[in-house]
């Protein structure tokens, strides 16, 4: 099953539908096109779309911007039943689509496991990524050894179950509400990731994204692992954190990946997860200072 071909685009996101061929399928996007501007490459957060990035884009008005919906997501292609979401799958469908849209390089600008995925590609293929920024997002999601077996078990579990649909509602509204439940979102911020995520059938509004990706992944790297991935990190990385993923990875560790980062500038913001969607313009300035001057002094370097 699909969703790419089910949606269709709300005309007010002010942006140009992008459909990427694959191997397996299709990734749908969103193209703000700026022909001979910088390139940049947005990737969402688990369980958003490209929609997350509707809210910056026109901040970013000097930049030739690209927001993906990852596979099983928004109204990209679900994949194969016989497919797995797993995390470095994502790497290869960034790496392919980039490859299928021409951009030889561009900077990456990532949210939460969108942010995970930029972070392991410019770790993986350095000579592909000119900046990279990390909006709430320090790397890969990580498991203490001693959980292995543990998270092995709840991952076989969770593949058990058949295939099945999401939970239908009646109005966008009613989406709007039950995402509201799992994230602070403002009304607008969740109807602009709902509406990409929905689509109409009959008297219900059914969710496109694909219910496997609730699967739990079968192995997580450990601590070190991750830290080395961020070290071999070359792009100039403006990382923006939250509270809340400071209080996640613990202010030890959130510190310590930071300064993994060789050429990093850090700044903290106040608001929650998606404060890129509801603190727009104030995260805009930060990216655009970012991508538009030398940041090659501020190594580590860390704002409040």
Known sequence: MAGGGLCKPDPFMNAVPVNIQLSWGALEGLH????????VLCLHGWLD???????LAPFLEDFDLLALDFAGHGFSSHRPESSRYYFTDYLFDVDAAMHKLGWEQCHLLGHSLGGGVASCLAAAMPERVNR?????SLGMLTLPADQAARQLHLSMMSVRKARSFLRPYESV??????????????DDAARLLCQRSLEHTGDYYQWCTDPNLNWRSPQLPGDEQALDLLA???????????????????????????????????VSN?????????????????IIEFLQHDQSQGANHVDS
């Not at 703000?32 to 910088?38: D, F, L, R, T, Y």
């Open 32 to 39: 703000w096109s700026q022909p001979g501007a910088p390139k």
């Open 49 to 55: 779309n490209a929609a997350s990035f509707v809210p």
């Open 132 to 136: 990279l920024v990390l909006l709430d």
């Open 232 to 266: 071999a990190i070359r792009a100039p990385t403006l990382v923006i954190t939250s509270p809340e993923l400071i209080s996640y990875f613990g202010e030890d560790m959130a510190n310590r990946r930071i300064s993994a980062i060789s050429n990093c500038k850090h």
């Open 173 to 186: 509204e009613d989406a709007m509400q039950a995402r509201q439940r799992k994230s602070p979102l403002s």
């Open 270 to 286: 106040d608001g929650h997860h998606h404060f890129h969607m509801e603190q727009a313009q104030q995260v805009a300035a930060h």
